[in-house]
Each structure stands twice: as structure tokens, then as C-alpha cells.
């Protein structure tokens, strides 16, 4: 089914735009996000609406399964699928027999690109809705019979009620209240997270964590490829660290493209993305990159102040998240090859959104010192190895609701972005081994 | 007026907004390749146009239950207001559309019905991260629509006019962007919070997923990019012809240094997106009322003594 | 009869332009095929809404838009006293900075009231 037959030479010349792509990020693809985004025939949306091609990448737990065909109803046509199977397990589920395979070792863009010029030349068919096209609950008026109430007053109009009223936290003014679920697919909360948020005006008035990241999906431990690195954090074998360290420095420049496109730096995201993608072995290649982002004036604007997490809080999130608020734990402190390698920890003092980038952008520097001086130098077997990113705290949804809570709804993405309980991070030691 | 003045104006502003919205975006594409370190492709110069081309094929979506008549036309009615803007400035001292004595005035009315379809753009979807958008551009707009006003006012003050004729003779010798140094700064902050734009972007933003153009695809999508360079377009028009001399200057004809003047301006602005961050919504209108508009009204101040 | 014809000009090209994007629209839709319910779902991530969106929204700027009513009503005076100053001499900027002062003190006020932030 196409959805319509435009002129060909007008679709020759759209098939030649930059591919717009919406990423639902399944587990198991860290570097998802910076592959499509360091790409220039590539435009990855935060909405699937004006989409043309979704890209889906990792393992989709079956939890996901009906968000994920949600998404995929939700983009125009023409539109076109392509699995991305990072983890190298991952077959589409029944009905997305339509969509393209990638295979973790294959070329992503190109095979985006592809489907993108196939259905938009209508030499691939636009693909049809996958959920049952049913209406989420009929009309229902005000009276016992559902009658009464005409447009959007009264009753249940089209099948979803109103928002109601809720005591408001901060002036007194009683007001609506509008519950929203965001996620598993919103681009900038941890994969497969779904928040359910109340707002008041744009402020977070309530907020719970509906899943976890990582416990709450049901089978998901299962299927990370590393989880046996993930759960110890203590391989029982020597590992480079050479090869940690890059890993490192790899995942926190990702984490920094995401970050910069949050803030609408587009073009920068697209620089660090391609930074990420192949990490530089000399330090001074990011110094340009430091001494651009520490003089975005507008940059430390937008963070400073932000997001503060204080000490006890700080313990908890632990790697970056703590450093960033001055608190020098690091296992790489106790180690005795890093010893030799001259390690410090990397603190900053304020514990804010803005000390959190700077924080990981210094730790990448850092890191790729340390794999230019570490030369062959391994770490001894079952020595702690500090994550770029660690686990969540396991009071994440409490930690996340006390400090989000009040705070506009641009505050509070930025926090959780700053955050980065990254699922995916935790088994970067084994592809780190790989470089 | 002749019947052939009165369509040459109306083609004339037509053709300057289509020829302006594609080189905002060529600029964008070219300051974009700058900043990431890449070379200069050939899609900068023909993206806009495929990118157009896309939004003719793809479909347009919908919400569940949306207000269609509003939503279709709040991207009409931005770009409309866009060309309306354009329309009363200068091309040069012979050359301009609409030639009306109040011209300023105009201008600023036009700017101030933009929030309309912006908001618009958000409620209508019946959607909640583009109806956020739309709440925080009525604060966003509420806190820019004093200094733009304030800015605009301050070069009618020597003019003794509100013609913007009037306003770019006055500079004869001395431009307003010398006499008058917080308004051309304090104008572009409005211009760029008008059409959202790089770190005035409250509206539309990533933590959004696009804000008001979150539930949007196809030709409306285009409409709306178009109407948001089209705005930055009549927004430096006007800047030129207010702070930098619109037509004044030597050797070439004016026409060619308003154009100039025009394009330094669209530079800046359009550049801005990839140099500095989206700032946030409740400290963009704290400063803005704090620090911008009294710095407008001492500008005002020191306009109305230098005139003296 | 100039102002007229001006006028005319603006409106044309405010008209055709709301005409042209609309007539666009329209042509470049004529060929969608009706959006199933799944399609219309409102994008928040994946899930559908609970609730509709529309709802009675909490502007926590109220008080800021209330200084904005006043500072608008200034720029009504304004505009007029830009023109007419120079024939009034020194004693129309006395007024008009006696007029800005009060107004500025309110912008001062509610600032240390911390009423023009919100989160």
C-alpha cells in the first residue's frame, strides 16, 4: 500500500534528501545513537512523525514490543523499517517481516539510505500500520445511557476523559493536572525507561518510574551480551588498559553528542558523534573540542545550577555522577597499574548539570592520556574496573522523583540526561577489549 | 499606486521570502558544515530543495482529535505574518512595498500576531510536549515583545518619525548601531526569540521531541520551517534598514547594501543556533525582564537625549 | 489614497500567503489515505495518553503577563511621544523618564519577589 503516487521526478528528488530517522533504542546498541548521528545523509528526529525510516536497534524485549509498533504507526508514509541488531540475536519479532536486517558489523547508513530511496521512489512499499486499527474506547456522554455532553464536554469524550483537577505544590492555585506516560521511546530518557509524569502547567508535579531500566524488563538480563561483565564489574581474567580507557573515553563523548543535541548544538553533536565513533589516541585532538564547549558561555548557562545532587544523593549514583560533586571515588585510585600510570581522580565541586559535563568531558581527556601512556600495561585479574556510566541506584525511581519533582520539564530532561544510567555502558568493558 | 506597482510589490516580497528562507537554510547547512568540521558538500545548496520535496511526498499525520482548522493555519498564518513584516521595509529609498507612514508600527504589530500561530501550532495537535511548547512560547513572547518594541521604538526617536523611510535618513552620517550601541543587540535577541531560533528555541526544543512540530510531517512541516527563516528574514530586513543604514553607503547602488546589510545580519542570527546552547525557559524570562527591558529603557533614554 | 493602496498591499500579501500554504496543504494531502486509529495516537514515546491533552493548564507566569499588560499599555504612550518630543523639548523626557521610573521600580519589585520565576 502506498500511500500515494507523487511525480517521479519530484520523489527522485526527495529520495535524495537527507534521510529523516527516528531511533527506538532497544538494549544492547551503545553506539547506536552516535553512528546515525555522526552521518551527514542521516537526520535523526526526536519524533517519528516526520520520519521516514525507523531505525531499531538492539534487543526488544517483549514488554517493548507494542510501544515499539506504537512508534512505527506513529510516522507519515511513506515509511520503511530497518532492524538493527546490534547484540547479533535479535530477529524481528512476528510481524516486521517487512523490515530490512542489519547486522551488527554492517553498514547502518547505508543500509538506511537504501530503504530511505527505495520507498520514497516507491520502489518499496510503504508500510502498513501494524496495531489493530480500533479506537481506544467509544464516546460516552455524562448520563447513565452516555448521552448528554457535546464535543469535548461532558463524560468520556473520544474515548479518553478530560484532566482533572490536582492540589498544587507550590501557589495554591488549584488547577488541571495532565498524567502522561513519556517513553520507553523518547529519545532522551535511558532505554526502554517509561516515565509516568504529572504535570501542572510544564512543571513535574508527580513522577514514578513505570520501568526501570534494566530490572524491570522482564528477561532483559538475559539477553545483554556482556552481563556477565556487567553484574561483577570484576572480570576474572587481565584486561587492557589501554582498551578500557578508550571504551571509556568512547562511551562519555556519545553520552556528550546526546547532550549537545539536547541542547539544539546540533552541528556540534555531529562533530563529537564522529569523534566518538573512532576516539582520537592524542589528547590534544579534544582540546579544541574542551576550550569551544568550557567558552560556550550559553552552554554553562543552560547547566549551571541545574540538577544539583549533593553528597549522600551522589554516593549513591556513584562514577561520574559523584566525582562531578566533588566526592574522589574511583576504583581506578586502588589500583596498582593505575598507580604506575600516574591516576588522580578528576573532581569538580558543584554537583549541577554543568559539573556533570565537564566532568565527563575532562574523564575522556583523562582517559585518553592514560591509553596513550598505558602502552601494553593490563590490569591484574579480578580487579575491580571502574564503568564509564554505573548501574542506577536501586532507589532510582525515589532518587529521580525527589530531585525532579517541582522542576520544569526542560530542568528535568536535562537532569536525567546529565544522569546517563546507562544500561547499555555497563557492558562496555568486553567491547572495550575489542578495540 | 499603478495596477503593475501594486503586483510588483506583492511578487517583489514573495520572491524575497522564497529567495531569503532558502538561503537561511543554505547559511545554516554552510555554518553547520563550519562547526562540525566537515567540508562543503553540494547538498548545502540543493538540501533545502530536496528537503522540500520530501515534505511534498510524505504524508501528513494526525492527532485523535485535533483542532484541523487551527492547526492548518497556524504555518499560513506565521509565514503570512512574515511577508507582512517584510512588506513595509525598504529596499531601497525608491523601492519599497508598502509605503506607509507608520510603518514601524506595522512592522511590530506583525511581529506581536506571531504568537498566535505558534501557539496555535501547539494546542491545536491536542498533544502534551507540543502543548507545553505552546505555553512556553506565550512566557517566551510575553518577555521578548518588550525589548523588540522598546529597540524598534528607540531609531524612531531621532527620526522624530515612525516611518522607517524616515528612520534610514536619519542615519545620514551616523548609523543607529553607533548611536543607539543596546539596540541592534537587544533587536536581535527578539528577532531570534521570534522565530525561535537556535538558543531562543524554547518552543520546539529536543526535550520536547520538537515541541509545537512534534506532531507534525509533510508540506505543514515545510510551511513552518519556512515561515521560521522567513521571519528571520523580515526580522534582519529590518534591522538593516534600522541600525545599519538600510540603504547609506558608498559606491554601490542602495538596493545592493541593503541586501548586504540584510545578509550580515541573517549570518549572525542563523549562526547562533550552532554556537550557543537553548537556554532555559523560566531564566530566559527572569533575564529578559530584569536585565533586558531596563537596558531597552535606558536605550530609549539615551536616544531621546542624543536626539535632543 | 497612497496609505490605501499601501494597505492593500500588505493585506494581499497576508492573504495569499495564508492562501498559497493552505492551498498547498490541501493538494499535497489530497492523496492521503485516512489515518487508522493507531496512526492518530498522540507521540509521547511510545504510549498512548491517558487523558486528553487539552486541559485547564497551570501558566505559572501569570504575574509576569500581568506586568506585561502594564509595559504594553507604555508602549501605546510611547510610540506617540517618539514623535512628538523634539517639539516638546526637554520637558517631554522629564515625563516620559518620570513614567519609565515608576514602571521600572515595578519590574525591580516584582523581581525581589522572585515572581517572575516559576520552577
Redesign the interface.
Known sequence: ?T????AGW??A??A???A?VFL?RGIGTADADARLRAS?RLRV??????A?VLVVAGCVPTE?AE?????H??????RATVWWSGAGDSAPPVGWSHATIVGPRDDIEAAVVAAYRDV?TGARCSEQ????????APWRGVGPYGHGGTG?TGGI?????????GD?R??G?T???????????????PEGL?LEVT?????VHDLTVKTPPVAGVDGLGARLPDDAVTATMAPDRAVPVAAIELARARQHLRWLARL?????????A??VA?KALSVPREPQELTALTRRLER?W??G???RG?GVIDGVSAALWGGPVARAAGIPRDARANSPVYATLGFQPIVHANGDNCDRWRQRLAEAVQAIELAARAGTAVTEPGETIEPAAPPPPADFGDQLAALLI??????A??TIASLDPDVNAAGYLSKGATV | MTATAWWGAIAGVGLAIIVGAYLVAVADRAIASVVAGEPMRSSILAGPARSVALGLVQSRTTTERPDGAAWALAPALYLGLAAAALAVVPLSETLLAADIENGLVLFGAAQALAVIPVFLNGWSPNSILPLIGAFRFIAQALSYEMPNLLALLSVSVPASSLSIHDIVASQHGLWNVVRLPLGLPLFLFAAASLAFWGPMNLPDGADLAGGTQAETSGLHLVAWRAGRAAMLVAAAAMGAAAFLGGWLGPGLPGWAWMVVKTLVLLVLLVGSRHVAARVRAERYVVISWAVLIPLALLNVMIAAVVAL | MVALAAFSVILAILGSSIALVLAGRWVAARADLPATAPERVPFSGGLPPEVHAWNRFHARYYVMALLFLTFDMEMVYMFPWAVVFRSEGTVAIGEIFVFISILALGILYAWRERSLGWS
Open positions: 500500500m500511500a500515494r503516487a507523487s519530484l520523489t528528488v526527495a535524495r534528501a537527507e529523516p527506538a551527514p528526529l526526536d519524533s517519528p512523525r516526520a521516514a517493548l510501544p515499539l509498533a506504537r512508534v504507526d506513529q510516522m507519515a508514509h511513506p520514497i500500520t501494524l496495531l489493530p486499527d480500533v479506537d481506544p469535548m469524550p473520544y474515548g479518553r476523559p478530560m484532566a482533572g483537577r498544587d507550590r501557589d492555585l488547577l488541571d493536572v495532565v498524567l502522561a506516560r513519556i517513553g520507553p521511546f523518547f529519545a532522551h530518557l517509561v504535570f501542572a502547567g510544564d512543571v549537545l543535541h539536547l541542547y539544539g548544538l546540533d552541528a556540534l555531529r562533530l564522529t560556550c550559553a552552554l548557562w543552560a547547566t541545574v517541582g522542576t520544569e520539564w526542560g530542568d530532561v536535562a
